[in-house]
């Protein structure tokens, strides 16, 4: 079936695999969980009594039924913190010791494992005492896998887009979307506000890509065969603001991506920086349909133009 979570977006998962246990003796359900936070610089642990439920449901509608500890990263995760979530949670006796034990070897595990986020929904309580993490979700640090070598061999490429596995080997940052114009730019920042200006002229882009700073002929062709790989894009915006990059490199790029892949779209292009009016020549002497733009305003208002969605 196709798995629709608030975690897959709309259009779901394509479940593959199951894994089945034995039913557990489930007195109440719990939630628990553990998430890198930028306001503390740490670990926040949540815990919550609504388990079983989506949890962004409860953050929306009840947050008051959140209970959060921050970790200060030079001391750990202390034994009051766990009692002061167990009690936060109505535990008593045993399983208070029980949630204290799997809390402090989560957050060890989360650690050592570079995580950037663990949750456990259902956690639950069940009629002997215990606390059982019956289902749970974590999230890994891409930038660390190199020193995690047994979860990247968990890794399974069937569970990931296709394109976005490509882009990854080619050593281009990529993530699909579901708008109609294609997107190329080189910093992430600079990617995120072309993204907007597009939605702010009233359309949706189709990806986020960005090249990064040291893109050659070579990683422009192929960011060009991405886009035009997917049957959605409407019509391509490339916008390079030229620092360590040179313009006239990206429109070497250009030309050649076009010249090697075809052009069946709209294609408008903005260059700023480095060797500017070098790229802009090559652009105009090439005889090829490549509308130039002189900001990014007027390149994502020529782009939507151009596709007939002004």
Known sequence: ???????????????????????????????????????????????????GMDIE?????????????????????????????????????????????????????????????????????????????????????????YRQKDIEALRDS????????????????????????????????????????IKHYGAEPANFLDVGGGATAETVTKAFKLITADSRVEGIFINIFGGIMKCDVIAAGVIAAVKEVGLKVPLVVRLEGTNVKEGKRILSESDLAIIAADSMADGAEKIIAAIGKA
């Open 1 to 51: 079936m196709q798995l629709i979570t608030h975690q897959t977006g709309p259009e779901g998962q394509k479940v593959r695999r199951l894994y089945i246990e034995s039913g557990a003796d489930i007195d109440k359900e719990l939630y628990l969980g553990f998430v890198v936070d930028r306001e503390t610089g740490g670990v926040v642990v949540m815990a919550s009594t609504e388990g």
């Open 57 to 145: 449901e409860v953050a929306d509608k009840t947050p008051e039924l959140i209970h959060k500890v921050a970790v200060d990263p030079l001391t750990g995760l202390a034994g009051f913190q766990t009692r002061q979530l167990a009690f936060a949670l109505g535990l008593e006796g045993k399983a208070v010791r029980s949630f204290g034990k799997l809390v402090t070897a989560v957050y060890t595990a989360f650690v050592e494992k570079d995580m950037s986020l663990c949750e456990i929904n259902p956690l639950v309580l069940t009629g002997a005492g215990t606390i059982v993490a019956l289902d749970g979700k974590m999230n890994f640090d891409d930038n660390a896998l």
């Open 158 to 197: 069937a569970e990931e887009d296709a394109i976005e596995l490509e882009a990854k080997d080619a050593g281009l940052s990529y993530v699909n979307l579901d708008g109609n114009i294609g997107c190329m730019v080189n910093g992430a920042g600079l990617a995120m506000a072309t993204m907007d200006i």
